[in-house]
């Protein structure tokens, strides 16, 4: 661990006199960038900014700043973690390398399981060619080491193996290597999805056949046995003890029997206006639309587009804002070039998980955006980014209000306009931040301060990824290491260390995912009952049992998601390697996608793609060239899909309107006719 780790101090291995240094808002001011001067840019820019009536200085950084201390309620000062852990908890150097082998090799074996499962599709077919190729170049061998060949060709071949070096070392590393990547593609959830069972039986079976006929011939008795103990591996993977299946490929929970597509309720004119009026191509993700053919599962389409992608940063704009709980944080705000249009979308965005306007993701999205003569702004989640915290209450994912105050800023300053009928705001949330957006429509009701929202890689029920272990052993042990280094132990060290207990506090060093983050930091620093009750509360179904939603098509009519009350299209890939499909979908029961849409007045919809991985969906024969485009055109194509419907809505307005005035007049002029008759007749018999 390096020198000045933060998990070196507590637990006692620093071997270092010199402290971490604390965090002083003097320090904090002194690192903003200078605020925009309104001067230098353009009218259309200046009247947004003037319009939004947001500081572009922090509260507690300007001249007109509060004298009183920054910290609130006794809260420590921020910074990384200062108080050393009780010597009873580590009482000698093997409590401490144990607690040092949880930091550290949980992501280490995460890694390298992570790189086989990566690149098992392309391995496997390459050990079995190189395997094939070997046989049919090289002659057999008995055990005595005689030939049937003569001296001279024995001499030959000895003079050949000198030549290529150590072939049985390189034999031995492709058998193994065959086997195991071929048994990854056979028994893997995400392998099983794409390619199905098949590919991955007929893989497997060849790679084992061609291993064992290389060692039978070279006399390979270690690497035999290690390839008679992958067999057994995967017969104890495929053989199914929950059902009633002899055999199952992928984890049996993972099995997927709906389909990809757009779910809508048809009976909702406006929501059916709407994906009519959606290109059916902007919102399909196939090789007919541009998926990058050669990324075969949700791993790698998560994992290469966050590796390679490189998107020019964005020049943001930062106006900060209270919350009601007297907390300050911001909206980093990009402008297109020409300045804010009142006739375009607005997009507020909910980022990732200890992300911000800095994720590259957000960046790409923006950039669309902006060439769509779109402004973006981006809502920063309290005390993330930069953000310093006055008092106890950090962010979580059950926290709601703030986005709510928000959208409400967002919606004032698009007021000023006089277009807030006609102007378009719509929420887009990813990962993290479109866990929080479902939470935020589904609890608000018809109080929801957005016109749209479109939740992308998020879960309508956290609930289901406590059982999701797959992305436990893969993929957050390095996102549970970042979360606790920088944030736990570094950012807000001393205020956790007040709030957890000694025990929890060691749990929290030892977690290799982010349940176990969950439990044992955020439940008990944010006072809640317990895991489930933190889930619950961060979920749009979590007010519903599950047993209970699991069991009807309706769930009784139950839940706050009833009330969504805007068009409201969840989006998630089946592949999604870090938040499970069961979070937005299921087999059976009310989050059935089919009946889930119905749920409320029918305004929920759900478009769900075979692949995409998770915040990914790569393009393209080169993907890192357009970056992010399928997503971030998604939202897009959303919002003018909206604004379509609204315009045809208002044109049918028009038109019964029209007609309605006519048959109005219509029945004037006949009752007037007839009156005229009447009198007509009535002189007619007076006379």
Known sequence: LQQHHPINQYININTSDQSMPSWTLEEYCKAQPPPLDLDAVDAKTKTFFVNLDLPFVHPFCGPDAPQEPYEVDGAPVMGPLKTSFPEASHPNMISKMVTVWHVASPSLLAMGELWLRLFAAAL???????????????????????????????????????????????????????????????????YVLEFGPEYGCCLFLSAVCISTYTCMRRGMPRTSTCITALVLLAAHLIWDRTSSSTVTFGDANDRIDIEEGLYHDPSNAFVHSIVEEWPERHRTYSAETGKTQWIPTGDSRTGLPFLLNKVEPVNFTRTFFETDDGEVTALDAAVPPGGHDPAKPVFLILHGLSGGSKEEYIQDFVHHANENGSTAIIFVARGLMDLPLRGWDNFHGARISDVHGAAKLVRRMMAKYGSDEDQLLVAVGYSMGAIILSNYVAK??????????????????????????????????????????????????ERVRERLSDDDMLRVLRASHITEIDKHAIVPYNGFDDLDHYYRSMSALGDIPVEEYEQNDDANGKGAIQTVSIPFCVVHALDDPLISWRTAAANRGFLRPDNLVRSGSGNTMMLLTKGGGHVGWPTGLIPFFGNWEWMSQLPLSFADAIIRAKRKKGKEREEDATTAAAATATAATEAAMETTEATAGASQASE
Do not use: E
Not at 160 to 186: E, H, R
């Open 124 to 190: 496997a077919p390459l050990c079995i060619l190189y395997l094939v190729w070997w046989n049919l170049w090289q002659p057999p061998t008995d055990s005595g080491g005689n030939t049937n060949d003569s001296s001279q060709k024995q001499q030959q071949r000895q003079q050949n193996s000198a030549k290529n070096g150590d072939a049985g070392l390189s034999l031995s590393f492709a058998c193994i290597i065959g086997v195991a990547s071929s048994l990854v593609v056979m028994t893997d959830t995400l």
């Open 444 to 493: 608000y009701g018809a109080d929801v301060a957005v016109d749209a929202a479109m939740p992308i890689s998020g879960g309508l029920d956290m609930r289901h990824q406590t059982h999701f272990y797959r992305a436990q052993r893969l993929w957050q042990p390095m996102l549970t290491q970042t979360l606790r280094a920088d944030f736990l132990l570094g950012k807000w060290g």
